[in-house]
């Protein structure tokens, strides 16, 4: 079965810094993967995802992710934060052939520091 | 296209009682999951739809809840006899075939 591991619980940045969310996965076969961001109660929207091809994927709102088969990681990156994205980050690895049965990691809060 | 919608958007209920939830995909899109989320961990997956077909249901997925999707459009999601471990936010997806799965804001159920 497949999982995710993100080892950052609550990450503060400061804005206009760089940020790396950290993001591991178990998947037996080629995985699917994606980033979505939650702000507070609401629902996620879906920052990029990889299916296949160039492992340096772009998002919107700036965010890009590298995909490395060797580390299991997806790694979602900024080079300049704003205090809008301040919010939950989740990565998530999906099953079968893309969407279906997606399995999230836990979740890193980010917050934005003046 | 004005995105999946869930209704209604909180719902407080006592131990025991049966709620149902409901969920308007965006119009097109043939795929509807399920997924539970409880506070301070990620979705979990309940179920998924292709049309008025239920594909997959997860373990999660105890025999007191039961999913519909009988015209291939909206879906209602109901769990009977509620426990206080059903509290949770529920969200609903919907896609075209595999692409981009788009989420509603959730129901935020909580049973007393």
């Known amino acids: 079965a497949q999982s995710v591991t993100q080892p950052d619980i609550h990450i503060t940045v400061s804005e206009g810094a760089s940020l790396e969310l950290r993001c591991n996965y178990s998947?037996?076969?080629?995985?699917?993967l994606f980033w979505y961001v939650q702000s507070p109660g609401q629902g996620l929207q879906l920052l990029l995802k990889?299916?296949?091809?160039?492992?340096l994927v772009q998002g919107i709102k700036g965010f890009e992710a590298e995909f490395k088969r060797s580390q299991s990681s997806f790694n979602l990156r900024k080079p300049s934060v704003h205090w809008s994205d301040a919010a939950e980050y989740f990565c998530?690895?999906?099953?079968?052939?893309?969407?279906?049965?997606?399995?999230f990691g836990t979740g890193t809060r980010l917050t934005i520091i003046p | 296209d004005t995105g999946v919608s869930q209704n209604p958007r909180h719902k407080i209920t006592k131990r025991g009682q049966n709620v149902t939830f409901r969920c308007d995909p965006i119009?097109?899109?043939?795929?509807l999951y399920w997924y539970r989320q409880t506070l301070g961990q990620g979705p979990e997956f309940l179920t998924y739809?292709?049309?008025?077909?239920?594909?997959?249901k997860s373990r999660l997925l105890s025999d007191r809840f039961s999913a519909e999707r009988p015209k291939g459009s909206f879906s209602t999601l109901e769990i009977q006899r509620t426990e206080q471990g059903d509290s949770a936010m529920y969200l609903c997806?919907?896609?075209?075939?595999?692409?981009?799965?788009?989420f509603g804001q959730g129901t935020r159920l909580t049973v007393v």
């Open positions: 997806a919907s896609s075209l075939d595999r692409t981009e799965a788009f």
């Open positions: 998947y037996g076969a080629t995985p699917y």
């Open positions: 990889y299916f296949s091809g160039d492992t």
């Open positions: 998530a690895v999906g099953a079968g052939f893309g969407n279906e049965k997606l399995t």
């Open positions: 119009s097109e899109h043939n795929r």
């Open positions: 739809f292709q049309n008025e077909a239920q594909l997959e």
